[in-house]
């Protein structure tokens, strides 16, 4: 009795205690960088007489009695904007405010070709091996050059460099690291392009990411340098609130690549970075040139790759430069994080929830705080040792960080599920010599949609998107297995083998993975009150039975054997189909199901087939014919999916954000 009143005696003084707390906390100053760094601002020549903008931001404190920071550079093709030594835009430059407060040098760079940086752009300027004169140039050289001059220019440095940059700024922190600069001390690439053509922003399977780049590329235009042009804050004028609409109306790519000038008339009507991606529509020289993971060799300086399993532009980059830095350089300081997150959400969002699906926690604020600046000091200041895993990845479903020694785990095991008789998905093969399969009639020109709702672009919530509204669609085909007994948990790429024919010269196949929720998922219906009247309210979808899209991607049949080899389909002969859906690490619930939805079009996500084996680009109205697309699951042409699984036990769990 004494502890019980003691308790209470000592609640009011808490409370009080909490409010003096939080007042003094409302009243603390809110931290102004200007009142701690001052700005300059340079043109560093580098090797071919190029002059490249950098702005740098340095502690006002930096070499007063001995004092040095650490430098970390962004390299950049969006701005370093705002321009003037006077006007301050160093919270842009740090992944937060935690890094302002530690101190360092900042640094961003305009790239060759941008904004107020001397010199040509190019898309994934291509890495060049051979260095032969001064006018070889590439983003390694550029900032080989440009840390040289700070190292040489700047005062109060410590004399270690760090690189980051998220999407583009990605792909020039990886490209950066090749052949480095001795002071280039760590780096972390995060959301990297690594392949443009192959699963990254480009193309996926071959097929166009259409909404996508129109998206880019409406505001992403070539510029006469130097200049501080900001067109990228000018919105485009679509004359369309329907991205579905809008394009089937323009037809096809030549077509879709004469509208950019939207509604204004003295806009160009082309942009060429556009014309350049739909000319190269397979895997020629232009993209091998353009490839940066063959050449991700020689690198000295420790990276942390960060990429999030919900990141619609750049999926694959992150784990595809990850595994060419670990392949290609035996013994590097090398990591890889991958998060609940949209491209670039764990500096731009919470990372608590995307579209319906939580995910429990403020995941981008743990990850700033406990990985990234914990690896910036350890490497650029001599700090403490971060103790990161090999992989520190977020596993979705039960909504965990793992840690696992190899990425995907070496323990991962594969496990088949074969689509069955009835729309069933199940563990067991088909019985051998019998011939099955399923047909359904895929139109052009009424494609299946990628989300459920009319919008513009590529909203970053179809990545988890409810799939009901396909699943009912006779041009999709939809299998499932029973509710699970046991959560099955999922981690690396997921592995697509389809037997197919078509009645058509060409056609795409998109298979989709999806976790259905139990039909007593999510609040119960709330019953509308008795007691006054009141209007019919707009309807509000249960989440009981949710089919929540995992991970899709299509494959062009015209690839089928390889990406620079397109070849037409044999009308009604069979073909097998061999490809990966992007890496996942998920863990499908005791009482869900696992879904497998295939389907012929995605619009407009990716672009249209015509189904005939013509110029896809410059395809006629005529060309776009319907075909019947059939899918075999008997015998020898068994078609199936195959997961890895692991026992979430084996790794070891970080602490909890």
Known sequence: MLRLRASLLLFPALASMASFAQEDEAKAPRYE??????????????????????????????????????????????SCGPYGVDRDGVRRLAPSEAFLKAGYIFVCQDVRGRYMSEGTWRVMTPHLAAKRGPNDVDESSDTHDSVQWLMEHVSGHNGRVGLWGISYPGFYTAASIIDSHPAIKAASPQ??????????????????????????????????????????????????????????????????????????PDAPASNPFFDELVQHDSFDDYWRQRRLLPHLKNI???????????????????????????QQNPGANNSLVMGPWVHGGW?????????????????????QKSVLLPFFEQHLRGGADAKLAEATVFETGTNVWRRYDAWPPRQ?????????????????????????????????????????????????????????????????????????????TVAGPVS????????????????????????????????????????????????????QLVRGDPLRARFRHGFDKPEALVPGQ????????????????????????????????????????????????????????????????????????VDPAASQTPNKP
């Open 33 to 78: 960088p200007r009142e701690h760094y001052t700005k300059y601002e340079y043109r560093i020549p580098v090797r071919d007489g190029s002059r490249l903008f950098t702005a740098v931001y340095v502690p006002k404190d930096a070499g007063q009695g001995g004092k040095t920071y650490p430098v970390l550079m962004t390299r950049t093709p969006y």
């Open 191 to 264: 959301a990297p392009i690594g392949d443009y053509y192959q699963r990254d922003d480009g193309y996926h399977g071959g097929a166009l990411m259409l909404a996508h780049n129109y998206g880019f590329y409406t505001w992403y235009r070539p510029q006469q340098t130097p200049t501080v042009d900001a067109r990228r804050g000018a919105s485009f004028d679509y004359r369309d609130r329907d991205a579905y609409n809008y394009f089937l109306k323009l037809g096809n790519l030549d077509a879709i690549a004469q509208s950019f000038a939207g509604a204004n």
């Open 300 to 326: 000295q300086a420790a990276v942390l790759t960060v990429g999030g399993w919900y990141d619609a532009e750049d999926l694959a980059g992150p784990l595809t430069v990850y595994h060419a830095i670990e």
């Open 347 to 367: 500096m731009r969002g919470v990372g608590q929830q995307l579209g319906a699906i939580g995910f429990d926690g403020r995941h981008s604020e743990w990850f």
């Open 412 to 488: 991962a095991k594969l496990r088949s599920f074969y689509l069955q008789a009835g729309g069933k998905l199940a563990g067991e093969a088909p019985a051998a010599g019998a011939t099955a399969f399923d047909s359904y009639v895929s139109d052009p020109n009424k494609p299946v949609p990628f989300i459920a709702y009319t919008a513009m672009g590529m909203p970053k919530d179809y990545m988890v998107g409810d799939q009901r509204f396909t699943a009912t669609r006779p041009d999709v085909l939809v299998y499932e297995t029973e509710p699970l007994e046991d959560d099955l």
């Open 496 to 547: 697509v083998e389809l037997f197919v024919a078509s009645t058509g010269t060409d056609a795409d196949f998109v298979v989709k993975l999806i976790d259905v929720w139990p039909q007593d998922a999510g609040p119960e219906p709330v019953a509308p009150s008795r007691d006054k009247p009141s209007d019919t309210p707009p309807p509000t979808p249960a989440f009981g039975g949710y089919q």
């Open 574 to 645: 069979v073909e097998k189909l061999a490809f990966d859906l992007p890496d996942l690490n998920h863990s499908f619930r005791r009482g869900h199901r696992l879904m497998i939805q295939v389907q012929s079009s995605w619009f407009p996500l990716i672009d249209r087939n015509p189904q005939t084996f013509v110029r896809i680009r410059s395809a006629r109205p005529e060309d776009f014919q319907t075909a019947t697309q059939t899918v075999y699951r008997g015998g020898a042409q068994a078609s199936r999916v195959q997961l890895r699984v």
